[in-house]
């Protein structure tokens, strides 16, 4: 990677994220790769042709102005709600991210957040491993097969972890844009609504500004209510659809039972308040982090890179990007 226009071979790419190492190698071979630095950009920017990005990053309407030749954005992830895609199109590029391949992954995370949550595996491994096991039991858990989990967006995720649920005998219930009659599961019309019948609720829904703090007080409030002994929050979606200080102070308050996070409203920044609660089980945005996923979603952002440069369709467009 370069930080100044090198006279190598292929088109100029812009990386806004560190490539993975399974991507990098070719990249680097591919393409004439340019870490994103504000002190090189004005000098490289008319050249660049491609982004490359995760799904983490922002990619906001001025560094895509200053970019006169850019074709396409290439997100490795499935999330793609710190790109301002409206502002591509207007530049006439297109948009793309790695949807599917990362399904099974994320769902099995929001499934283990639940059973860790539930029967508080972290605490149990603690309680081995720093031998208090001869001093007595641990506190009774709860139980997971046969609850009640309402998921926030039945999306192409939200549709697996429903399915893993059913392997626990779990009732299932959603609420998204709209019903979705298709599918045999009960839908509810608003976050709030679902929560007051959910056991578990699973966040799974894109980030971005129609989802931000979606799950706000009242929401948790609902789900404190749902049963005697309270629900539990899980989130693998994004940190901005949770109301963070609302949900701290919800956990510190016991209106809720527990939560289960994968992401954070300030990643890697957790506050400390959340990290000194028992009752949470934390994990750093690890839901699609395993060597096949992350090699399949490296793929099918190299895939979508090399034709979107080469002028031909990409693989796998975001929806408003589809022709
Ligand atoms: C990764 C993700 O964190 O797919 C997403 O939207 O949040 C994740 O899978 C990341 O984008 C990997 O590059």
């Avoid at 998204?176 to 839908?187: G, I, N």
Wanted: charged share 15%; net charge neutral.
């Amino acid at each position: 990677m370069s930080h100044v226009s090198a006279a190598r071979p292929g088109p100029h790419v812009l990386a806004v994220a560190k490539p993975s190492p399974l991507l990098a190698p070719r990249l680097n071979a591919t393409f004439n790769v340019h870490a994103l630095d504000p002190a090189t950009l004005a000098a490289i920017a008319p050249q660049i042709r491609g982004i490359f990005a995760s799904g983490e990053s922002k990619v906001p309407a001025e560094l895509i102005k200053q970019l006169p030749a850019l074709e396409i954005i290439s997100v490795m992830g499935v999330g793609y709600d710190g790109i301002d895609v409206a502002a591509a199109k207007a530049r006439g590029a297109v948009v793309t991210h790695t949807p599917d391949v990362l399904n099974d992954d994320v769902a099995d995370l929001a499934i283990g957040l639940m059973l860790s949550t539930a029967r508080q595996l972290p605490a149990a491994d603690r309680h081995v491993r720093e031998g208090h096991w001869p001093q007595g039991p641990m506190p009774l858990a709860r139980k997971m097969s046969g609850a009640r989990v309402g998921i926030v967006g039945l999306g192409r995720i939200g549709q697996a972890i429903a399915q893993r649920a059913l392997g626990f005998n779990m009732t299932v219930a959603y609420t998204a844009r709209s019903a979705k009659p298709a599918l045999p599961w009960t839908y509810l019309p608003s976050a709030a609504a679902l929560a007051a019948v959910s056991d578990f609720l699973v966040v799974i829904t894109p980030g971005g500004a129609g989802t931000l703090k979606l799950i706000d007080a009242e929401v948790l409030a609902a789900l404190g209510s749902s049963s005697p002994q309270k629900g539990i929050l899980i989130n693998v979606a994004r940190g901005s659809v949770v109301d963070e200080a609302a949900l701290i102070d919800a956990l510190e308050q016991g209106v809720i039972a527990g939560a289960g996070l994968d992401v954070f409203e300030n990643e890697p920044q957790v506050p400390e308040r959340l990290r000194a609660l028992p009752q949470v089980v934390l994990t750093p945005h690890i839901g699609s982090a395993t060597a096949q996923t992350r090699q399949a979603m490296a793929d099918l952002a190299f895939d979508n890179l090399q034709l979107g440069l080469a002028g031909q369709p990409a693989r796998t467009p975001v929806p408003e990007c589809r022709l």
